[in-house]
């Protein structure tokens, strides 16, 4: 595995290993999952520990040679996994909420907030944009807009977590797309669409994208 999590082979290099990556993805796993739960601080914490439990089942099969883009990549998909899950268990009441990443609650674990993504989030016309998300968007369009937009999950991976076909994933990102254009290019800021990334910037071209 990557030496930016690494630390020797071995129980203790393992255990450090995945200590490490709780500290580094502990946080972003938490604020997805508040968001896609409708704001269930309780829920959204139980779902972070099922990820690093999963990490740990998961290490010698899935982790342990993985590179770093294969580690971060496989632990929001068993976070989104575990989300679709709970959702499904809790049946259709789970409200769609309006958040930002600033109205998010800070998970109680040790965490390191420094991700450059993170960072990106909390820019003011980023949570304009995460507000239209959650105002404009049906329950369905927003899980799959959060999968794909904020854990940057291919359609054929959102597919998979949530049964629906890829064609009608894409359906739901092409809706989501106008809805959110429609929305947002009102204004000297932008939002414009290239593959799976949102790009986001003011009219002298400064872009920003997540």
Known sequence: MTETF????GVDGRDIAIQNLFV?????????????LGGNAAGAEDIVQQVF????EQWDRDFARADEAGVVRLILTIAARRVTDSRRRAG??????????????????????????????????????LHVLNATLTAT?????????????P???????????VRTIRSHKSRARKKIEA?????PSQITFDADVYVLGPAEGDERWA
């Open 6 to 9: 690494g630390e020797g082979d």
């Open 53 to 56: 439990t999963a990490v740990w």
């Open 183 to 187: 929305m947002m290019n009102t204004g």
């Open 92 to 129: 259709p009441t789970v409200p769609v909420g309006v958040y930002t990443d600033a109205d998010v609650p800070l998970h109680r674990g040790p965490t390191d907030t420094t991700d450059p993504a993170d960072r990106v989030l909390q820019d003011g016309e980023l949570r304009r944009f």
């Open 155 to 165: 359609d054929h991976e959102v597919a998979a977590i949530t049964d629906i076909p």
């Open 24 to 36: 580094a993805y502990a946080q972003r796993v938490y604020r997805y999952a508040y968001k896609a």
């Open 141 to 153: 369009e927003y899980q799959v807009a959060l999968m794909v937009w904020y854990l940057g999950l």
